[in-house]
């Protein structure tokens, strides 16, 4: 199966497609970029927007194959795409530990070398000149690195400040200055580490089982046991941990949390499979080929925390605003200087700037509302996610186990060709091993019951429909109307009835069949949480419109959404139509959030602008949302609230940032501050911002969340 896409224009020298796959795809743009590059000659430049899933490519028309080009995209797969990945060097940044610790070494050098101010008397201008220069040296190095690129930025104003400041024997406003800069790069980094280890704790990647084919037996072992050439069997709904190669056995992966993709994919001998894919359906035998960091997944969470300090929207215009007014400020120090021939009022105009505020400030702000959303049990995947959360207006929720507690109670059953004591054995024969709260509900209720389980042959689990299988020769299913429409199965005016007066009782009802005859239903509910009301309305008083989306009936559903006080709602959805419907949310302008828990809502949480899954659903669940919160709806609430802090706390410090700087640009320009001044008035407030920034982590208490406890009461 090829990727999807289209050509959204097609010039000499310019080429530029668009694809959902490379929106949803959990590799990030520079990864996606580097790829092209290294595959195709001639490729000039190349932008890659995920928000937007286009890929812009300008090529030199005398060594770009455009044929070669073309035939990539009609023939690559997703699997190519893992591939890709998995093959892929470790080319990320350094681990955040490393990172931190850097910092961390600068800023104790920087404030040694500081105290030798103490002993000016005692120690040359000139030597004390030489500390500053060698200190100031990653200053320097980030300054080179934007000449290299032809940018005229916030590094090439430090630079230059620090030098000429310290080429004129002033070497305390440069020295303050290293020192403050180095003092915003440990705050920085302090702030990331905490939530790039919250990140690895969830996606927990490392302390799962597996099952160890030895001597023809199969054995559970952590998976850090597992070793290059072992081979192990993954069985239905079981995850697979490790990247290798199917040696025997057929079945049906879920990718979506690798690749984005809605649809399983048929996976037999000689195919590759990766680790934190799921099998739905079906057994195979792997040779274990690329295990622990090695593997896909462990790539991924490395991405995750590389696209965490990515610049949120925010933050890049910011940014962008800060850095054009970068060559003015160039041009006024110069002017200045030639017009007064006063190299400190010229000095001081270059110490002033707005980015730098911006760079430490918003990042902070970021990684420390991240921070305390940890605290409270909730993970954000990325900074961007963190603001999205703020622009949502519409929040898009599953039913099961998401509004109500996800574990279904059966009501009743009803026979009609058999005895109901052989109903629920051959329903829950059909259901066992099954992970979805009704197959798990049905077996538990058989037991209870005291009914034996028999053996099932040929199962096939049908996604958000049923299951079908052969118990003792003969075929059976159990599902929905839609299943048995699917299946060609006729439903007689006796059952009809049965079944709506089971719906108008608020019971979700599930078909048993054998052959084409139907044997009998099942009734069940699940009751609401007991927060889900008061969370539904305290997000409508927020301002956000609440949908329910479910694959239940249309009675069921009406239920549920008037108990709940949801206006809107969509009844007997496929995993599929979630996802088309949040689509269509997002067409007519929406900012759409969903929550789900399941395995079959993989697919609507990787086309909405956030995913938010609660953390006892599914693992796939968890890994392919943007947002994880705990089992607990009052933390959705918590969740919005500390977006909307983060931004608010972001815009705060952006106005302060360009008041200051403002105030210290006229005062270097009219000659009323001095380097010493200026250094102090910029990157004092760079320090101050990002001192503001940490309140999440520095505060213990937000008035927020007290007012939430009396607010999400349960009733």
């Not at 089982?209 to 069997?233: R, Y």
Request: proline content about 3%; charged content about 25%.
């Amino acid at each position: 199966m090829a990727i999807p896409y289209k050509v959204n224009s097609f010039l000499e020298g310019r080429i530029q497609i668009k694809s959902d796959f490379f929106k949803y795809i959990h590799i990030s743009e520079h990864s996606i970029a580097e790829y092209f590059k290294s595959h195709f000659k001639g490729i000039k430049s190349i932008k890659v927007s995920k928000k937007t899933g286009r890929i812009t490519i300008e090529y030199d028309t005398n060594v770009f194959n455009v044929s070669e080009f073309f035939h990539f995209l009609n023939t690559v797969s997703p699997e190519t795409i893992l591939e890709i990945l998995s093959e892929s060097k470790n080319g990320y940044a350094k681990p955040p530990e490393e990172e931190e610790e850097f910092a961390k070494k600068w800023f104790v050098v920087n404030s040694i070398a500081f105290s030798l101010f103490a002993f000016r008397s005692a120690v040359s201008t000139n030597l004390i000149s030489g500390i500053t220069l060698a200190l100031a040296v990653p200053v320097f190095k980030k300054a080179f690195n934007s000449l290299k690129k032809r940018k005229i930025d916030v590094h090439i104003l430090d630079s230059s400040a620090i030098a000429i400041s310290t080429m004129q024997g002033n070497p305390l406003s440069s020295m303050l200055m290293v020192w403050l800069l180095s003092l915003g790069d440990l705050i920085e980094e302090k702030t990331k580490g905490k939530a790039h280890k919250a990140i690895e704790e969830l996606l927990n990647y490392k302390n799962e089982e597996v099952w160890l084919v030895k001597n023809g037996t199969a054995e559970k072992v952590p998976v850090e046991q597992i070793k290059k050439g072992d081979k192990i069997v993954v069985y239905t709904g079981e995850k697979i941990n490790i990247d290798g190669i199917v040696y025997e056995g057929e079945a049906l992966v879920n990718q979506a949390s690798l690749t984005g993709e809605s649809n399983p994919v048929l996976k037999k001998k000689g195919d590759k499979v990766y680790a934190g894919t799921y099998v739905e359906d079906g057994k195979i035998y792997v040779e274990a080929q690329k295990i622990g960091d090695e593997t896909a997944l462990a790539k991924i969470v490395r991405i995750i925390e590389e696209s965490s300090k990515q610049p949120i929207e925010t933050q890049k215009r910011a940014e962008e605003v800060a850095n054009k007014a970068v060559l003015p400020t160039l041009l006024l120090a110069g002017g200045i200087y030639a017009y007064t021939q006063d190299l400190n009022r010229a000095t001081s105009t270059l110490i002033i700037d707005y980015h730098t505020g911006a760079h430490v400030a918003v990042p902070t702000a970021v990684m420390s509302h991240m921070t305390l959303a940890t605290k409270k049990g909730i993970l954000f995947k990325s900074g961007r996610h963190l603001e999205l959360m703020h622009e949502v207006d519409t929040v898009v929720f599953d039913k099961t186990g998401t509004l109500t507690v996800g574990h279904p109670e059966i009501t009743e059953t009803v026979a009609y060709k058999v005895s109901e004591q052989e109903l629920l054995q051959i329903a829950a024969t059909l259901e066992q091993r099954l992970t979805h709260p009704v197959a798990k509900a049905i077996v538990d209720y058989a037991k209870k019951e005291g009914v034996n389980l028999l053996k099932r042959q040929n199962s096939k689990y049908h996604m958000g429909l049923g299951v079908e299988a052969e118990i003792n020769g003969k075929k059976y299913l159990i599902g929905s109307t839609k299943f048995l429409e699917r299946m060609n199965v006729k439903i007689p005016k006796k059952v009809i009835a049965d079944r709506e007066r089971m719906h108008e009782d608020g019971e979700s009802v599930l078909y048993v069949v054998e052959g084409k005859t139907i044997l009998g239903l099942i009734g069940w509910t699940d009751p609401p949480r007991p927060e889900a009301k008061k969370v539904v309305e305290l997000l409508q008083n927020m301002g956000r419109e609440i949908i329910l989306c479910t694959g239940d009936n249309e009675g069921a559903a009406r239920l549920i959404a008037k108990k709940l006080g949801i206006k809107k709602y969509y009844a007997r959805t496929f995993p599929d139509e979630k996802a088309k419907i949040i689509k269509k949310l997002k067409k007519e302008g929406r900012t759409v959030a969903f929550l789900g828990d399941g395995v079959n809502d993989s697919p609507a949480l990787s086309v909405a602008d956030v995913g938010i899954s609660i953390r006892s659903g599914a693992d796939i669940a968890v890994e392919v949302a943007d947002v994880v919160i705990n089992n607990d709806l009052c933390n959705l609430v918590e969740a919005f609230k500390i977006s909307d802090m983060a931004l608010k706390n972001i815009e705060q410090n952006l106005k302060i940032n360009a008041f200051a700087n403002t105030f210290g640009l006229i005062g270097s320009l009219l000659g009323f501050i001095s380097p010493v001044a200026a250094t102090i008035i910029n990157n004092g407030t760079t320090v101050f911002l990002g001192i503001n920034a940490l309140k999440p982590i520095l505060k213990k208490d937000f008035k927020e969340f007290k007012e939430l406890k009396g607010e999400c009461q349960i009733n």
